[in-house]
């Protein structure tokens, strides 16, 4: 079955610091994998996909992610945080295998950081 | 262009009453989505539909039905609220380029079932 881990409720980082958020994934074919934010009371925005290609993809607000098939992982990173990048991160996976139109969506993790 | 857009912004029911939430998009879209968001699950989904006229049933569909009636709209009823469906519902819609498309998502539909 297909899954989505993000391991991490909550990650605290101080302005200025190199930020990761982790998410990997499950799935029985290749993955499409994608990143999607969320500010307090609004909907959700997409930041950066994995389709094929370099393993490495760079997305909105200087955000970038690297696929890595063999721990089935695709982290989410910023060289400098910036204050406003406090959020709530998810990831989403679809298996070209599926034939449903679904994402599979990781439970969050809440970005906070610190000045 | 106002993107994806959802009526109303929050509702309070009573248990055993009906409501309808409307989702526009103007993006010309084929995809559109229906998911709830409950703490510490992410998002799940509950109905979806890839044309106008057509529905499908997604994660968690059960006490909800749904219409596409017009390519713009997808309507999220629920004919018999409890309170096991307060949750943030968020519509969201896509081009419909099966497996790489994006999702843009409207702002929420905050319900509190009492």
């Known amino acids: 079955a297909q899954s989505v881990a993000q391991p991490e409720d909550q990650v605290n980082v101080a302005e200025g610091n190199p930020l990761t958020v982790k998410c990997t994934y499950s799935v029985s074919g290749n993955p499409y994998l994608f990143w999607y934010v969320q500010y307090p009371n609004r909907g959700l925005q997409f930041l950066l996909k994995y389709i094929t290609g370099d393993n490495l993809v760079k997305g909105s607000y200087g955000f970038e992610a690297e696929f890595n098939k063999s721990q089935t992982s695709f982290h989410l990173k910023k060289p400098s945080a910036l204050v406003s990048d406090s959020a709530l991160y998810f990831c989403a996976v679809r298996d070209l295998m599926d034939s449903n139109y679904q994402l599979i969506w990781g439970a969050g993790t809440k970005l906070i950081i610190k000045p | ?114």
């Open chain 2, 1 to 114: 262009n106002a993107g994806v857009t959802q009526t109303p912004k929050f509702r309070v029911l009573k248990t055993g009453q009906s409501m309808t939430l409307l989702c526009a998009q103007d993006m010309n879209h084929e995809y559109m989505y229906w998911y709830r968001q409950d703490p510490g699950m992410g998002l799940r989904l509950i109905h979806y539909s890839v044309g106008e006229g057509t529905t499908a049933k997604g994660e968690v569909p059960d006490g909800y039905n749904v219409s596409r009636l017009k390519k713009q709209n997808f309507l999220l009823g629920l004919e018999s609220a409890a309170p096991s469906q307060t949750s943030v519902y968020f519509c969201a819609s896509s081009y419909g380029q099966v497996y790489q498309e994006t999702q843009y998502f409207g702002p929420g539909t905050r319900l509190l079932v009492l």
